[in-house]
Every structure is written in structure tokens, then in C-alpha cells.
Nanobody, 123 residues
Framework: QLQLVESGGGLVQVGGSLRLSCTAS????????MGWFRQAPGKEREFVSA????????GARDSLKDRFIVSRDNDKNTIFLQMNALQPEDTAVYYC????????????????WGKGTRVTVSA
């Protein structure tokens, strides 16, 4: 069973940056696409970004692609989400997820999920 653990969340002021990490354990993630989703209070979970196993393919929510950058280090079974120029609307719980193949923004296609890390952006 694949376990995903997110870290790096916290409180940051408007305009600041955070780098989230997600480390996988329990089984190999060879070939897996990894993704980030977020859920703000009172809202549905939404897609943030995804990265292929090789790291050569990435996808991101259009409204975030200029500020959020996804990357991965397969030697460490870890993916990252660099978030820049943070705004109050970025306040949410951020989740890491994994799918065995393919790329895409639909949460139903991701088989494994972490418990999330909370990001709060204060004005």
C-alpha cells in the first residue's frame, strides 16, 4: 500500500512563498504520476498540478501555472510544489495524490492520497 505524507504547509503573508513536499513510502512509485490538489474552506477539492514519472510532463491549473511550480526527485520518492506570490485565496489544505498512469486533473483518477497540509495566507 502506498503512503503519501505532505509537509511544508503553514502560515505565510500575502506575497510570500512556500514549498510543499510529498514523500511516498510503502511501495515503489515507479511510473506513477503525482499530483497536487487543494480544498479551501467550504469549497470542493480542485486540481492544482501534476507531474509525470519522468518529470518531463507537467500540468497545472491555468490560474496557477505562473505562480506554482511542481517538480519531483525520484531518488527520494518526493515531489514538491513551489508556491510563489501567495494570495489569501490560496488558503486551503493541500493534498498530494498518485495515479499509476496517465495525466489529468480529475481527482477520481488518483488512487492514493495523503492527509494534506494546511496553508494559510494572511492579508
Amino acid at each position: 500500500q502506498l503512503q503519501l505524507v505532505e509537509s511544508g504547509g503553514g502560515l505565510v503573508q500575502v506575497g510570500g512563498s512556500l514549498r510543499l513536499s510529498c514523500t511516498a513510502s510503502g511501495r515503489t512509485v515507479t511510473g506513477y504520476t503525482m499530483g497536487w490538489f487543494r480544498q479551501a474552506p467550504g469549497k470542493e477539492r480542485e486540481f492544482v498540478s501534476a507531474i509525470s514519472w519522468s518529470g518531463t510532463r507537467t500540468g497545472a491549473r491555468d490560474s496557477l501555472k505562473d505562480r506554482f511550480i511542481v517538480s519531483r526527485d525520484n531518488d527520494k520518492n518526493t515531489i514538491f510544489l513551489q508556491m510563489n506570490a501567495l494570495q489569501p485565496e490560496d488558503t486551503a489544505v493541500y493534498y498530494c495524490a498518485a495515479r499509476p498512469s496517465g495525466m489529468g486533473p480529475h481527482s477520481k483518477d488518483y488512487a492514493y492520497w495523503g492527509k494534506g497540509t494546511r496553508v494559510t495566507v494572511s492579508a
